[in-house]
């Protein structure tokens, strides 16, 4: 059931309660794409940290290890010792992500595995069925991400085939949900919006899912490749068809400031790999801008990452020891700015909820938009 509290302009503060727990949005969803934060942070961190809520990837967990591997030691909760929401991408990015390797027809995708290239088959059945094995909270619908830049009559055969395939995942996600043996037979499902760049495909699209009064509602096929003021204007236009009533969910963003600009347009779900993939390469992020502890003028840096972070790390090491471990090449240092970077977005999205709550997101965003703007060096 999602709640309503508060609304401040078009920004939303709700919560989404689950069999695994209540989301409270706003939410950044931090990425664990096969059951693991990528620089060695574990789920004990991720509660120090306040993550709401984990992400998984159904194509690399079918992949690697398995997913009835998954299924057969409990579900992806006890798999990875998380109590919390987790929610599963569906696959339907990699039909982007891996071109080289795939072929679509009506009936689903063929890929080859990017690990070992044997051929796997996945249509919207098939995805139902691993996030089923897998019990995540929700489940993504799957479908196919268009590159930004395709042609209008490539943008429109591919969204009718998304809305074909998301009936077959709905229906495939209540037979599964019926089973006596299914691990979570509350699963969530969440459709995906496409359409590129193109307004009026997006609303309709927006419209015709909206039909099929699902449990939540994402925008997909954004931040892969056009600008951020084109990926605002869809927003503007996409978010209004929408149900107002349901979670939104902004797929693959983004950056501290397209966060901001997207609450402000009425959204209350977000990933992205930027932290953590920021991090494992020693740039962190702070309330005045990225800094990249790589840099030379770091070497004898007493204080800490952020005067202003209480994350476990900026707690107790200084800038100059984790660039002694960057340098290094110990893992400890990975771990540390991602750490930071994931309790960061975590903070921010508090802090957010908080000055929606209290009627003054506006004058939060402007503030923090302006420090992001600002001179990083501290």
């Known amino acids: ?42 789920t004990t961190d991720l509660y120090e940290i306040g993550t709401q809520v984990e992400l998984s990837n159904t194509y690399h967990l079918h992949v690697r290890p398995g997913d009835r591997i998954v299924r057969q030691l409990g579900g992806l909760h006890r798999f990875m010792n998380w109590d919390r929401p987790i929610l599963t ?44 094995n897998l019990a995540s909270t ?9 590159p930004s830049k395709a042609d ?11 809305t074909r395939w998301l009936v077959r995942c709905k229906q495939e996600m209540q037979r599964l949900n019926s089973l006596e043996d299914t691990i979570n037979r509350q699963q969530l499902l969440f459709g ?44 503007d236009e996409t978010v209004p068809c929408l149900p107002k009533d349901k979670p939104t969910y902004l797929m693959g963003v983004g950056t501290p400031a397209n966060i901001l600009e997207a609450v402000d347009r009425g959204v209350d779900f977000f990933d992205c790999v930027y932290p953590s993939r920021n991090g494992r390469h020693g740039h962190v992020y702070t309330n005045r801008g990225k800094l990249n502890l790589l840099n030379a003028r770091f070497e004898t840096d007493p204080s800490p990452i952020s005067m ?24 400890l240092g990975m771990r540390f700015c991602v750490l930071h970077n994931l309790y960061f ?9 908080q000055t929606i709550e209290e009627g003054r997101f506006q004058e939060y965003k402007k503030r923090r938009l302006s420090g992001f703007e600002a001179d990083p060096d501290q």
């Open 89 to 132: 991408d569906s696959g339907g990015f990699q039909v982007f992500s891996l071109a080289g390797l795939r072929k679509i027809r009506e009936e689903g995708v063929y890929f080859h595995s990017h690990v070992d290239g044997r051929k796997i088959f996945m249509g919207p059945e098939e995805s139902m069925q691993i996030q089923s």
């Open 192 to 235: 995906i919006n496409q359409g590129g760049t193109f307004e009026d495909i997006r609303r309709e699209h927006a419209a015709a899912i909206t039909e099929l009064d699902l449990d939540g509602y994402a925008i997909g096929g954004l931040a892969v490749g056009e600008t951020h003021e084109e990926m605002y204007r869809i927003l």
């Open 152 to 162: 209008r009559r490539y943008i429109q055969d591919s969204v009718d085939r998304t």
């Open 345 to 353: 977005y975590n903070n921010m999205m508090s802090e957010i909820r």
């Open 308 to 331: 202003e972070c209480g994350c476990p790390v900026c707690r107790n090491y200084s800038r100059a020891y984790i660039r002694h471990l960057l340098k290094a090449k110990e893992m």
């Open 138 to 146: 929700i489940a993504m619908a799957f479908d196919e991400c268009a």
């Open 1 to 42: 059931m999602y709640k309503l509290i508060k609304m401040d302009g078009r920004a939303k503060r709700a919560e989404l309660q689950t069999v695994h727990g209540t989301i409270q949005t706003p939410v950044f969803m931090n990425v664990g794409t096969a059951a693991a934060i990528k620089g060695a942070v574990a």
